[in-house]
């Protein structure tokens, strides 16, 4: 079996593409805010959290209305963002899915009225304006961090070549330790 080339400088390790590295942080950040949502003294008002809805009076940082689902969609949202990070794709696919998805989100909090049952994350104007922010800023990363695909196709989670063997065909080991070498 061929190991990838480590020209990270670290031993063990295969270099992350930057879009990788920005969906691993996104992600990351992602986990925080949903852990930080149920802090006492982080959220104000989350001895009283609602499950969903506008009347959940919980506020992340004095701000952001959030609810215990809210909270939930963030630490899955995080999640994904830490497991798709394992791909170059995957990592680019979460950018900017996940950008348009939160854009979306912006346009409906814009709409929605929030006294009705139908605003059930909750949203308030500050969770619209950060949707939007993260919206933008997250497909702007995996778009322009994504342009360029790694210089050699590798598998997604055990980071060897796929794109072909490499070493000559006298450095690959035959079937047996002393076997002939295999010609490829």
Same mark, same amino acid.
């Given at each position: 079996m061929t190991h990838p080339r480590n020209t990270s400088g670290t031993t063990g390790r295969t270099s992350r593409h930057p879009v990788q590295i920005a969906a691993l942080a996104?992600?990351?950040v992602f986990l925080l805010v $949903?852990? !930080?949502g149920f802090?006492? $003294?982080v959220t104000e008002n989350a001895g009283d959290i609602e499950l969903s809805g506008h009347e959940s009076p919980a506020l992340l940082l004095g701000i952001f209305q959030v609810s215990i689902l809210h909270n939930v969609v963030h630490l899955l949202f995080g999640i994904a963002g830490v497991a798709l990070a394992r791909s170059f794709s995957?990592?680019?696919g979460y950018l900017v899915g996940g950008g348009v998805v939160y854009l979306l989100l912006w346009v409906y909090g814009l709409v929605v009225d929030k006294e009705s049952a139908a605003n059930f994350v909750p949203l308030n104007a500050a969770d619209d304006w950060l949707?939007?922010?993260l919206? !933008?800023?997250m497909v702007a990363l995996g778009l322009i961090l994504g342009r360029r695909a790694p210089a050699r196709a590798t598998d997604d989670h055990t980071g060897t070549h796929t794109a072909g063997r490499t070493g000559s065909a006298a450095e690959r080991p035959g079937p047996g330790a002393d076997g002939p070498p295999v010609r490829g």
């Open positions: 996104v992600g990351v $949903g852990v !930080l802090v006492p $003294g995957g990592s680019r949707h939007l922010a919206g !933008l800023g």
